[in-house]
């Protein structure tokens, strides 16, 4: 039995997510309710990489039938178009059709892949996805981003295509190593920090022991789906609010070279700066922005600048100005506000971005 | 001044079709209407081949600045992944943001190639579509069918992503080959068969001239857009009427070796045998029947069965099976009704796609 449950809407595709103990077994991978009974002859693939392909083989071992399943190679590094068509020739030679179901089993790069792959095999065929790291359950796996990157741009090939069932199994989380709990954790503060007070001390508390994980992950999911609700495509102002943080989190993830800097540590590094930034504009209270650099620092992300690892201002905003938020020649930043956030338009060119990263820190 | 001009909406997505003499300007394709004017800043990115070369060149001469234009190799054999990431390549090297407009010129290998690369493109930039082919105004330009063959399957990967214009200018025909033609006049025929005697009966008049062409083209343009506009995503059965003879026709198509026989000869072929199956499954009356064959002949089409270049039955039934209208197990093809069309679902395995297949003419 599932410990929460929740029932989402994303442009008219529901999209439900389970968070539990233990593993989904073929039949729930299954029953994606949009199916009738006899649906269940469709044909399914797995996809996983060596990481994760212990927990493919107990998801295959809970079927009479024999499921295919497709392994990917593990990291950022591989998050690119020979991945997504490597799952495309597997769904292909397994006879997956249009009704054909796609299940990713991994974190970010994984789900994003798998989303991608079954949002243009055949112009868009079944999708769930079982999450096995923070960063997914916290995030990635929810809310129908998928994509690749290209040209060393994060995702620069994407779709919006959300995913019918998400499964998050927290027993995948008890191997999960602590590079990954970390990039995870940065996206569950991201979230606290949208979100309320209550939220934000609730975090506080994972510093001392992770009894309270699931209930994180649970108001992360909830918090980050009703907002996901309202604006699926990002058209909206809504949903840019989920990228605090990321505008120098990926500028700092592109410039270091992808893989390099988890995707997690770079947005909490984002996240520092985008405080010195809300400062700068008189949008972030002082004591709001000291309160969440000392909640990063006591998770032990780098919140220095510039960054430690010398990485020169002009690769990061040469990165920035390739960024997908850029509209209008304007690059749109999120901040901190004195509850929330908002987001803050900047001219393509203002001298302000490289002044926040190249800041000594204070 | 469009001869022509049709707003349609296709799940929520405004798509305007103009029918008119001459070429567009660069104004006709800023001018979005979902853009405010100030967004005429935003970067485009022309996209054509060898043969529409000329035509973007027209359309960039209409235009202070200089506007740049992908170039990518003609036919069905390169409507490929490495064509749909040329013009991501070229987007990415012109600067083109998430509100970047691509414009895809040609027929329906560079439209279906362009709408999928604007439909990826940080997860959907801007498309518009300038169809320069018979067959792309008749069918490929309109509807958000998007994608690329691969496997040796026609569209194999691709997405549902109207543009939000479409121009048709009628004297890209002018110099079009006789081949390209009769490509397009097969997807004509299919419309006038879906549609109604008076529309049939118009097509027939073709024959003699082409002074009604722009009345079918927009009578063409008007029935699939009813339709579409119904069943966007082919998720209920009104959009699948559109596939009269693609089921027989792609099959042909696929085991002929993609690109060998021109789509619409396939679908003409096609339509023949599925008035052939029709009246085995005593769907299509035989004068019914014998009206459409004997048009598809006075136009010149290949019906006869088994098809005169002996390819073999298997492959054709092998390519059936991988067919993206395939769902549990079975096939659907779209047999003539005495009025418009009907599906008919056959299971996969059964003798008659075979026996239609090599049937001899009659």
Not at 6 to 13: A, E, I, P, S
Not at 253 to 280: N, Q, T
Request: hydrophobic share 40%.
């Amino acid at each position: 039995m599932p410990k929460f449950t929740y029932n989402f809407n994303f442009g008219g595709q529901n999209s439900a997510v389970f968070i539990q103990d233990s593993l989904p077994g073929i039949e729930d991978l299954q029953n994606s309710g949009i199916h009738a009974p006899e649906d269940k002859s469709r044909r399914i693939l797995l996809v996983c990489d060596a990481n994760t392909q212990p927990i493919a083989r107990k998801i295959q071992e809970s079927s009479e039938t024999l499921i295919p399943v497709c392994v990917l190679q593990s990291g950022e590094t591989h998050k690119n178009w020979a991945s997504a068509e490597a799952i495309i020739k597997a769904a292909r030679e397994a006879g997956l059709g249009r009704d054909g179901l796609f299940v990713g089993i991994g974190g970010g790069v994984i789900s994003d892949l798998t989303a991608f792959a079954a949002s243009v095999y055949m112009r868009g065929a079944k999708l769930s996805l079982v999450s096995t790291t923070l960063l997914g359950m916290a995030d990635a796996a929810l809310g129908g981003k998928a994509g690749f990157d290209y040209l060393g741009i994060k995702n620069l090939v994407g779709t919006f295509y959300p995913a019918s069932r998400v499964f998050m199994p927290l027993c995948s989380l008890e191997t999960l190593p602590q590079r990954e709990w970390k990039s995870g954790m940065a996206e569950l503060i991201k979230t606290a920090i949208l979100s309320d007070a209550d939220f934000l001390n609730q975090i506080k508390t994972l510093k001392q022991g992770r009894e309270n994980l699931d209930a994180c992950i649970a108001k992360a999911v909830e918090f980050k789906g009703r907002i996901v609700e309202q604006d699926p495509k990002e058209t909206g102002k809504m949903r840019a609010l989920l990228n605090l943080g990321h505008t120098f989190g990926h500028a700092l993830e592109s410039a270091a070279g992808l893989g390099k800097i988890s995707h997690g540590e770079a947005v909490a590094w984002g996240i520092a700066r985008s405080c010195e930034l809300g400062m700068e504009l008189n949008i972030t209270p002082q004591k709001r922005a000291a309160e969440i650099i000392a909640l990063l620092n006591d998770f032990g992300y780098e919140t220095r600048a510039p960054h430690p690892l010398n990485i020169p201002a002009e690769e990061m905003l040469k990165a920035m100005s390739s960024d997908k938020k850029k509209q209008n020649r304007t690059l749109a930043f999120i901040v901190p506000a004195p509850q929330g956030a908002e987001i803050a338009q900047i001219p393509d060119g203002s001298p302000l971005p490289k002044k926040i990263i190249n800041r000594e820190s204070q």
